[in-house]
Nanobody, 123 residues
Framework: VQLVESGGGSVQAGGSLRLSCAAS????????MGWFRQAPGKEREGVAVISKDGSTIYADSVKDRFTISVDNAKNTLVLEMDRLTPEDTAMYYCAAEGLGAGYCYGLYELNYWGQGTRVTVSS
């Protein structure tokens, strides 16, 4: 399984970014997939996950601002981030469960990880 994130960068508060995660060795529509982030000096936390039926779970801090989705044609996981704040500054990681029935039961750590893409939001 290989997961390659892209789309990170620097943006001012209130701006938007679109993160993508190109997957190989796993079909994004088959398993629980998710985005996680780790801010400097903090533990990694779940941002959003999506099950094979399209149901989603978001962290309270990003609800109504971020949208997770899959692009089946490109076998890619996407995170649309709007109204960004400096508190969203972190390394963002794509993750895949890679086994099981394909349902996410919470913002739990998954089995396969990408290398991350950095997001910096300035005030």
């Amino acid at each position: 399984v290989q997961l390659v994130e892209s789309g990170g960068g620097s943006v001012q508060a209130g701006g938007s970014l679109r993160l993508s995660c190109a997957a190989s060795g796993v079909t994004v529509s088959t398993y629980c997939m998710g985005w996680f982030r780790q801010a400097p000096g903090k533990e990694r936390e779940g941002v959003a996950v999506i099950s094979k039926d399209g149901s989603t779970i978001y962290a309270d801090s990003v609800k109504d601002r971020f949208t997770i989705s899959v692009d089946n044609a490109k076998n890619t996981l996407v995170l649309e981030m709007d109204r960004l704040t400096p508190e969203d500054t972190a390394m963002y990681y794509c993750a895949a469960e890679g086994l099981g029935a394909g349902y996410c039961y919470g913002l739990y750590e998954l089995n396969y990880w990408g290398q991350g893409t950095r997001v910096t939001v300035s005030s």
